[in-house]
């Protein structure tokens, strides 16, 4: 039964983020007179169809995400007579620059909304907050990695170095991080009673996640909030879930935390924990999920609305338009990429199953 909650949970929470994605596509494209064919919610095989004042809302078989077409995106790939019906001024590719970028950008701008949202109603649903723990053991795991170097009680981590990287953390969640992109031996500096010194540390690694623990934790402040501080709190657990993807996009690029990658079987994987854990775990899931999708797309990767708009700024910028074959062999080359991601990050989920 809970394989099935967290099969049904992951399709929703799936289907919401891109919907809500390619709403924001669509309103932004309907404010500027883009002509909208259809909105779709779902894949596949029309259940049921809708028409609007010109645009067909379509509810489809497979639950799996939706799309909005809308006239001149494909750069005059779309047939003729759907082209002949409709007013140059109304297809996506005549409008101007700008427009087309606040267009592609409007899907991700919905996915920070969405996630905000989440995160904003969550914290109002707790009442409370956690503070971040300071870099100060509390307590020592039994036969831990910690405990075998020598941490105890009241240690205070001052530095972590680990070949060329080197982090000062101001607190525990930033040292769990910095471990996970550099695993094997690292040198923690210490603080104890007033003097400093260092321990090699190799911590233990889980190897059914492919995470390090050191086997220490930290006292984490518990604090009452009042409903108005529920905004506060949701945008600030929402700027640490920022801050950590482009912490982890950044070790990607210095060729570190591969093994990391999690594809949909792995989110599936975590969604099933996460709504055993309880509806507010899946919430929060929920949100760090759409924070990511938007993140991701984001990126300047031609195939992606990050990729559309860095088209569009350069044509701008030099005052031309780029070989359209060209375009289609970049964009061609860049879904090749994604797919080696895709099939990769699935190898990395399956290997932690096994």
Same mark, same amino acid.
């Given at each position: 039964m809970d394989f099935?909650?967290?099969?049904?949970?992951?399709?929703?929470?799936?289907?919401?983020?891109?919907?809500?994605?390619?709403?924001?596509?669509?309103?932004?494209?309907?404010?500027?007179?883009?002509?909208?064919?259809?909105?779709?919610?779902?894949?596949?095989?029309?259940?049921?169809?809708?028409?609007?004042?010109?645009?067909?809302?379509?509810?489809?078989? @497979?639950? *799996?995400?939706?799309?909005?077409?809308? =006239?001149? &995106?494909?750069?005059?790939?779309?047939? %003729?007579?759907?082209? $002949?019906?409709?007013?140059?001024?109304?297809?996506?590719?005549?409008?101007?620059?700008?427009?087309?970028?606040?267009?592609?950008?409007?899907?991700?701008?919905?996915?920070?909304?969405?996630?905000?949202?989440?995160? @904003?109603? *969550?914290?109002?649903?707790?009442?409370? =907050?956690? &503070?971040?723990?300071?870099?100060?053991? %509390?307590?020592?795991? $039994?036969?831990?990695?910690?405990?075998?170097?020598?941490?105890?009680?009241?240690?205070q981590i001052v530095q972590v170095v680990h070949g060329s990287e080197t982090i000062h953390p101001k607190t525990l969640y930033e040292v769990t991080e910095f471990l996970q992109f550099n695993k094997g031996e690292s040198i923690f500096t210490i603080e104890r009673e007033g003097k400093t010194f260092d321990l090699a540390i190799t911590p233990d690694l889980d190897e059914e996640n492919q995470i390090a623990t050191l086997g220490i934790y930290a006292k984490s402040q518990v604090r009452k909030i009042a409903w108005y501080e529920s905004f506060g709190a949701g945008l600030k657990n929402m700027w640490d879930g920022t801050t950590s993807i482009f912490r982890s996009l950044a070790q990607l690029v210095k060729g570190k935390g591969f093994e990391n990658l999690s594809g949909p079987v792995g989110i599936l994987n975590v969604t099933q924990k996460s709504t055993q854990l309880g509806f507010l775990s899946y919430l929060s899931l929920f949100a760090l999920i759409s924070l990511n999708i938007g993140i991701f797309n984001l990126l300047p990767i031609p195939a992606?609305?990050?990729?559309?708009?860095?088209?569009?700024?350069?044509?701008?910028?030099?005052?031309?338009?780029?070989?359209?074959?060209?375009?289609?062999?970049?964009?061609?080359?860049?879904?090749?990429?994604?797919?080696?991601i895709f099939i990769f990050a699935t190898y990395n989920d399956i290997v932690r199953l096994l």
């Amino acid at each position: 039964m809970d394989f099935v909650i967290g099969i049904i949970a992951f399709l929703f929470m799936l289907s919401v983020i891109v919907v809500i994605h390619e709403l924001g596509h669509m309103l932004a494209a309907k404010h500027f007179g883009v002509y909208c064919e259809e909105f779709s919610v779902g894949m596949g095989p029309a259940l049921y169809q809708k028409k609007g004042k010109e645009t067909i809302y379509s509810l489809r078989a @497979i639950p *799996i995400g939706g799309y909005v077409k809308m =006239v001149g &995106e494909n750069d005059g790939s779309d047939s %003729d007579l759907e082209l $002949e019906k409709i007013p140059r001024e109304r297809w996506l590719n005549h409008q101007s620059t700008w427009k087309q970028i606040v267009i592609m950008a409007a899907g991700v701008c919905m996915n920070f909304v969405l996630a905000a949202v989440l995160y @904003i109603g *969550i914290s109002m649903a707790q009442g409370y =907050v956690v &503070e971040d723990p300071l870099p100060i053991v %509390d307590e020592v795991v $039994e036969n831990s990695a910690a405990q075998k170097a020598g941490l105890q009680s009241g240690d205070q981590i001052v530095q972590v170095v680990h070949g060329s990287e080197t982090i000062h953390p101001k607190t525990l969640y930033e040292v769990t991080e910095f471990l996970q992109f550099n695993k094997g031996e690292s040198i923690f500096t210490i603080e104890r009673e007033g003097k400093t010194f260092d321990l090699a540390i190799t911590p233990d690694l889980d190897e059914e996640n492919q995470i390090a623990t050191l086997g220490i934790y930290a006292k984490s402040q518990v604090r009452k909030i009042a409903w108005y501080e529920s905004f506060g709190a949701g945008l600030k657990n929402m700027w640490d879930g920022t801050t950590s993807i482009f912490r982890s996009l950044a070790q990607l690029v210095k060729g570190k935390g591969f093994e990391n990658l999690s594809g949909p079987v792995g989110i599936l994987n975590v969604t099933q924990k996460s709504t055993q854990l309880g509806f507010l775990s899946y919430l929060s899931l929920f949100a760090l999920i759409s924070l990511n999708i938007g993140i991701f797309n984001l990126l300047p990767i031609p195939a992606l609305d990050g990729g559309r708009i860095l088209i569009l700024a350069l044509e701008r910028i030099f005052n031309r338009k780029i070989n359209e074959q060209l375009i289609e062999n970049i964009i061609l080359g860049s879904f090749i990429l994604l797919f080696g991601i895709f099939i990769f990050a699935t190898y990395n989920d399956i290997v932690r199953l096994l």
